[in-house]
């Protein structure tokens, strides 16, 4: 089955302490990206990957590190998470940027205490 | 860069009316326009894209009309039903060239 996966769904942790969200897409995709979703915000683009070794900052990137070593592997990291990270993640990926679908995967809802 | 503004932020509808979600874009360049819908508690997901060659695209009660000049596209959801109460977010885009920029979302509620 075609899909994007994310680990873990749900965390919550304390500031400071370094974590990383995991996205893996099995379908052979060039172009992945990660979004932050908050209340009347909508979706903003954090970073995004054009292809393995080629990352590059969206929106809003400032307290995030994303590397993409391998095709299907995008994780994102926060090397200090604060409280004003607390939100609703996604990873997508599509074929290439901007031309088909966007494949989301479910979600990680971070809370920074 | 490319900025998407999105209209109404909430919407709501009595079943079987029509619903219309509008957004303009900055980028005279834009050329690919998705909608998504994400569902309660659900992952965003596409329903339906147009490219700038067309000003219009249905599929079955869903369409969506562009129009190039003034900037703006928009969503038409005919005969609602409850099932299509969600988020829907629209998005413009360079295609094959920039990355997709999102509006705020609209909350659709359809009342039964």
């Known amino acids: 089955e075609a899909q994007v996966t994310q680990n873990p769904r749900y965390l919550i942790t304390v500031t400071g302490k370094k974590l990383t969200v995991t996205c893996s897409q099995n379908?052979?995709?060039?172009?992945m990206s990660w979004y932050r979703q908050d209340p009347g915000l909508g979706l903003r683009q954090i970073y995004y990957?054009?292809?393995?070794?080629?990352?590059d900052k969206g929106d809003v990137p400032e307290g995030y590190k994303v590397s993409r070593k391998e095709k299907r592997n995008f994780p994102l990291i926060l090397e200090s998470p604060s409280p004003n990270q607390t939100s609703l993640y996604f990873c997508?990926?599509?074929?290439?940027?901007?031309?088909?679908?966007?494949?989301f995967g479910q979600g990680t809802r971070l809370t920074v205490v | 860069g490319e900025n998407v503004e999105q209209h109404p932020s909430t919407l709501s509808v009595q079943e079987g009316d029509s619903a219309v979600i509008k957004c303009t874009y900055s980028?005279?360049?834009?050329?690919?326009f998705p909608w998504y819908k994400q569902e309660l508690g659900k992952r965003p997901q596409l329903i339906i894209d147009?490219?700038?060659?067309?000003g219009e695209k249905k599929d079955q009660r869903i369409a969506v009309t562009l129009n190039k000049t003034a900037k703006h596209f928009s969503l038409h959801i005919t005969e609602t039903q409850p099932e299509d109460s969600a988020v829907y977010f629209c998005?413009?885009?360079?295609?094959?060239?920039?990355?997709?920029?999102f509006g705020k979302g609209t909350r659709l509620s359809v009342i039964a």
């Open positions: 997508a990926s599509s074929l290439e940027v901007s031309y088909t679908e966007a494949f």
């Open positions: 990957s054009m292809n393995v070794e080629v990352t």
């Open positions: 147009i490219r700038s060659n067309v």
């Open positions: 998005a413009a885009a360079i295609s094959g060239n920039t990355p997709l920029v």
């Open positions: 379908m052979n995709h060039e172009y």
């Open positions: 980028d005279s360049a834009s050329n690919y």
